[in-house]
């Protein structure tokens, strides 16, 4: 964290207008952490915080929980795998590039899904 912190502290003015204008770019990043690190909460326990610390609404910070479920991007996951070598009908497949599978497009829908309607309860009822 203390190198999160460094990091921040020397761009904190930009990134505080950048989030602060276009506030998806929390959601985009909590997204991208969440396939580095493999974990939902160890991603939402590493940007919740500096999203905070940026000045995030925390309504915002709530209806963009969904996108911290970014593992599916890279068929590394072990249920993922499993459904692949499970398949007998050869629909569920890894396509010539590793980013081209049968998980990408339904998870994309369902994470932005997600918070998209997070967003409208979150600015609805909060």
């Known amino acids: 964290m203390r190198i999160l912190s460094i990091y921040i502290k020397g761009h904190s003015l930009v990134l505080e207008d950048v989030v602060q204008a276009q506030p998806w770019t929390y959601a ?13 909460a160890a991603a939402l326990t590493a940007i919740a915080p500096m999203g905070l610390q940026l000045g995030v609404d925390p309504k915002l910070l709530i209806a963009f929980f969904p996108a911290a479920y970014g593992y599916f991007v890279l068929p590394t996951y ?5 459904c692949i070598g499970f398949d007998r ?9 590793i980013i081209n599978h049968s998980f990408l497009l339904p998870g994309l829908l369902g994470v932005s899904g997600a918070c998209t309607v ?9």
Do not use: R
């Open 28 to 40: 985009l990043v909590l997204f991208l952490v969440s396939k580095l690190v493999n974990s939902q």
């Open 78 to 82: 072990p249920s993922d795998l499993a």
């Open 89 to 97: 009908s050869g629909t569920t497949k890894i396509g010539k590039f």
């Open 118 to 126: 997070g967003y409208i309860l979150a600015s609805t009822f909060m």
